[in-house]
């Protein structure tokens, strides 16, 4: 297994991508973890890709103490964003190692529910009881702007995601911060 990053996805304009989108990175970062993919892929060895976007749920969290400030993106880009609990990345990484005879070449590591990242900070600061502010938006340059990720091969692979989408993740992320470390 190969752990990489959505980031090979160059698309910034709300697109979905899905496992059979060409991998066009934008930046360094990811022409470096394409790279590493390719050299991996390229190989004689068996190797499955795993892409994972927005990994969250460890405490403390930088999202959670600023949305807590009152802290929130602009709307405006809307800008979508993916996202996946740590637990779900671990469970899904077990499970291709144990119960997944054949696996895939690639796998998009995300939730079920790619969405404006917007809506998940107001959501937030709502669970929070929070009055929180939006940043001001940038009209500058596109309406819209990040990827939308499909998960298809994980739910093909077999594997049930235990916080399918950001508010059944964060709902457990809040309950351990409001209950202090442990």
């Known amino acids: 297994l190969f752990v990489s990053s959505t980031r090979v996805y160059g698309e910034d304009a709300g697109e979905w991508v899905d496992e059979a989108t060409d991998a066009r990175p934008a930046d360094e970062q990811g022409r470096v973890m394409r790279a590493a993919e390719k050299l991996l892929l390229d190989s004689p060895h068996r190797?499955?890709?795993?892409?994972?976007?927005?990994?969250?749920?460890?405490?403390?969290?930088?999202?959670?103490?600023?949305?807590?400030?009152?802290?929130?993106?602009?709307?405006?880009?809307?800008?979508?964003?993916?996202r996946i609990h740590r637990d779900d990345c671990i469970g899904f990484?077990?499970?291709?190692?144990?119960?997944?005879?054949?696996?895939?070449?690639i796998y998009l590591g995300v939730d079920d529910l790619p969405v404006p990242r917007y809506e998940v900070e107001r959501w937030l600061?709502?669970?929070?009881?929070?009055?929180?502010?939006?940043g001001a938006a940038d009209r500058r340059g596109a309406a819209v702007r990040g990827k939308r990720c499909r998960n298809e091969g994980l739910r093909g692979s077999g594997y049930r995601l235990l916080f399918p989408d950001y508010r059944a993740g964060y709902e457990e992320v809040l309950r351990r911060r409001a209950t202090g470390p442990g």
Do not use: K, M, W
């Open 125 to 134: 600061a709502g669970q929070l009881g929070v009055a929180a502010a939006p």
């Open 93 to 105: 990484l077990e499970h291709l190692l144990t119960r997944v005879a054949a696996p895939a070449p």
């Open 47 to 82: 190797v499955t890709v795993v892409r994972f976007a927005g990994i969250y749920g460890r405490l403390p969290s930088a999202l959670l103490d600023r949305v807590a400030r009152g802290e929130l993106c602009p709307p405006v880009p809307l800008l979508y964003s993916n």
